[in-house]
């Protein structure tokens, strides 16, 4: 096989204008094999605001772009090229691609990736074409052979991720929107803060009282992720588990040799291959499951 690709992380990058990258619109940019995670924006583009770019083997989650693009707000006119990357719990407050906005008239090609479970809605584009192959979108708007909409089964994630709809204060807070119905008991983050509060009421409509406080005031468009009832664990775990209808399921010809860990491909004997290519075992996304969690993996084979 391969040699093992280098991985890059990008974590809790906070800018305006793309919230760890901005691009110039003018040279190419191709990233590879990079992880951005928990990066925001009051502006467009949680992770990546910007134009032209192709993106190849990178996990987006987390990312929020307040005025649209969650994970990637893309500028260009011209073609965006996304292969073997995962797009999960990334958000926009407006509304406007939780994933992937496209302002402009461009052509936007998805290969062997999952793009599932942000909020509110997966990937928005004001015209241009869609070309979609091999790949789990959700609520799937694009035709194209091996294009699926399926639960892929991550690991740990929230219910649903929304905001502050407008100022609250240490214990009380009016979500924006949502729905998720909510009832005391339920298990909430606000601004991704690791703590876990506990819904005391539903005062009236989309307004909740909770516990513990927070130190300050909420803000107006702070973050909220709504885990559910009695909810322990908030780590957010993006990879698929077993029986997950991503797993041997990608075209094996045009996606990577090696996942973004750096794992070789894997035939899980649990699952029949609906994939394509002389190898048509690779899964949908950036990682490859191995029978085990491809973390775990990871480790072993260190």
């Known amino acids: 096989m391969g040699s093992t690709p280098n991985k890059t992380t990008v974590k809790k990058f906070n800018r305006e204008g793309g919230g760890a990258i901005s691009l110039d619109d003018t040279a190419g940019t191709t990233i590879d094999n990079c992880i951005f995670e928990n990066n925001e924006t009051v502006d467009s583009g949680g992770a990546i605001l910007g134009a032209p770019v192709s993106l190849t083997n990178c996990l987006f989650t987390g990312n929020i772009g307040q005025r649209g693009g969650g994970a990637l707000c893309y500028t260009g006119t011209d073609f965006l090229a996304i292969n073997a990357c995962t797009f999960g719990h990334n958000s926009s407050a407006a509304s406007t691609g939780g994933a992937v906005f496209c302002p402009e008239s461009c052509s936007l090609d998805i290969d062997n990736s999952l793009i599932y479970g942000n909020f509110p809605e997966q990937i928005l584009t004001s015209s241009g074409t869609v070309t979609a192959s091999f790949s789990n979108i959700q609520d799937r708007p694009y035709d194209g052979s091996g294009?699926?909409?399926?639960?892929?089964?991550?690991?740990?994630?929230?219910?649903?991720?929304?905001?502050?709809?407008?100022?609250?204060?240490?214990?009380?807070?009016?979500?924006?929107?949502?729905?998720?119905?909510?009832?005391?008991?339920?298990?909430?983050?606000?601004?991704?803060?690791g703590i876990a509060r506990t819904v005391t009421a539903v005062v009236s409509g989309d307004e909740i009282t909770f516990v513990p406080a927070l130190d300050e005031p909420a803000p107006e468009g702070i973050r909220v992720d709504i885990w559910g009832e009695n909810a322990i664990d908030l780590d957010l775990d993006i990879d698929f588990q077993a029986g997950s209808p991503c797993i041997d399921a990608a075209n094996g010809d045009t996606a990577p040799e090696l996942d973004l860990l750096g794992l070789a491909r894997y035939d899980d004997p649990d699952v029949a291959n609906t994939g394509s290519g002389e190898c048509d075992y690779v899964d949908i996304g950036c990682f490859e499951y191995q029978g085990q969690h491809p973390m775990v993996a990871r480790s072993n084979k260190d």
């Open 147 to 193: 294009v699926i909409d399926a639960d892929p089964l991550y690991t740990n994630v929230p219910l649903e991720t929304t905001f502050a709809n407008s100022p609250g204060t240490t214990t009380t807070l009016v979500l924006g929107h949502k729905t998720t119905t909510i009832s005391p008991d339920y298990i909430i983050e606000i601004g991704d803060d």
